[in-house]
């Protein structure tokens, strides 16, 4: 790989190198509980986190700008986490040193009435990026199988008919979204999902600052904690999902997220590392456009005061 933004090989493999512990290998069977720790840091120390954070901005910035120039290929983050996980100071701090025009975040609350008259991934697939673009789903389709599951009477207002539900539902929708993503991956388009694990005793922590501290108030609803009360539930579902859905074309992630800091470092090496892959290069223009532009220059020179 070619030296990028002064950082070259020694950087770029330090990224990929973090990053591998917290991928779920395809097939693998998960158990948040006793696999991934929420607290785990890496043993790095301030000055270490601090300056791959730099070298994670760093390759952001300069594989965005090749990714649009480009323009053939397309980055899809997912980002998934329970409630005070993390998922807008993360996009705020990663994509910190990226160019705005070419990143797009779009966040998914409850269905609209036109979004439920159409299949569960329709509003999905209205907001994936164009060629050249990097997309950020905060929240994403794998609500599908996360919240829908918890609370299946959110299955009454899809409108699903009778044949589609039953035992088997579940399974159906991890093979769809994996058919899904595989047929983005086959058109250029990269996927790549994220889950910021947070503990059970850090989202208390962090919801009880937003009732303490005023300025967090706007933050906080009851409702989060009535969805705390289905935590052991939506851990064997973020498991299940785990288990199910990281496949080769669309890895999943596990990102500890008690530590802010360390899951911003983590998230931005992960979607360093995607762009990495990808290699986007600058296009090199043909003879003609070539001649178009020594002329330019020329012309340009003889305005010379």
């Given at each position: 790989m070619a030296d990028v933004g002064g950082i070259g090989d020694a950087g770029a493999e330090r990224i990929a190198e973090f990053v591998r512990p917290l991928r779920v290998e395809p097939g693998s069977l998960v158990d948040l509980a006793k696999d991934f720790d929420p607290r785990y840091k890496a043993h790095l120390d301030k000055q270490d986190a601090a300056d791959l954070l730099r070298t994670g901005v760093e390759l952001l910035s300069e594989y965005q700008t090749r990714l649009a120039a480009q323009g053939t290929h397309g980055?899809?983050?997912?980002?998934?986490?329970?409630?005070?996980?993390?998922?807008?100071?993360?996009?705020?701090?990663?994509?910190?040193?990226?160019?705005?025009?070419?990143?797009?975040?779009?966040?998914?609350?409850?269905?609209?009435?036109?979004?439920?008259?159409?299949?569960?991934?329709?509003?999905?697939?209205?907001?994936?990026?164009?060629?050249?673009?990097?997309?950020?789903?905060?929240?994403?389709?794998?609500?599908?199988?996360?919240?829908?599951?918890?609370?299946?009477?959110?299955?009454?207002?899809?409108?699903?008919?009778?044949?589609?539900?039953?035992?088997?539902?579940?399974?159906?929708?991890?093979?769809?979204?994996?058919?899904?993503?595989?047929?983005?991956?086959?058109?250029?388009?990269?996927?790549?999902?994220?889950?910021?694990?947070?503990?059970?005793?850090?989202?208390?922590?962090?919801?009880?600052?937003?009732?303490?501290?005023?300025?967090?108030?706007?933050?906080?609803?009851?409702?989060?904690?009535?969805?705390?009360?289905?935590?052991?539930?939506?851990?064997?579902?973020?498991?299940?999902?785990?288990?199910?859905t990281s496949t080769e074309w669309a890895p999943w992630y596990v990102v500890p997220a008690d530590r802010k800091w360390f899951a911003r470092i983590c998230t931005s090496a992960v979607l360093a590392h995607t762009l990495m892959e990808i290699d986007p290069q600058f296009p090199v223009v043909g003879e003609e456009a070539r001649r178009e532009l020594l002329a330019a220059k020329l012309e340009l020179e003889r305005e010379e005061p």
């Open positions: 980055v899809l983050l997912c980002l998934q986490a329970i409630d005070a996980g993390g998922k807008d100071g993360t996009i705020r701090h990663v994509m910190s040193g990226v160019n705005p025009q070419g990143v797009r975040v779009s966040s998914f609350k409850v269905p609209s009435s036109e979004e439920l008259g159409h299949d569960y991934l329709w509003r999905y697939a209205c907001r994936l990026p164009s060629r050249g673009e990097i997309a950020i789903f905060n929240r994403s389709h794998y609500e599908e199988v996360l919240v829908v599951r918890v609370h299946p009477e959110h299955l009454d207002r899809q409108r699903l008919p009778e044949e589609a539900r039953g035992p088997a539902l579940w399974e159906r929708r991890y093979r769809a979204v994996n058919d899904w993503e595989r047929y983005l991956s086959d058109n250029g388009f990269r996927v790549v999902k994220v889950f910021l694990n947070l503990s059970k005793e850090e989202q208390r922590r962090r919801f009880l600052q937003r009732i303490d501290v005023p300025e967090k108030n706007w933050k906080f609803s009851a409702a989060d904690v009535r969805e705390r009360r289905h935590w052991d539930e939506y851990r064997q579902a973020f498991s299940e999902m785990l288990s199910a």
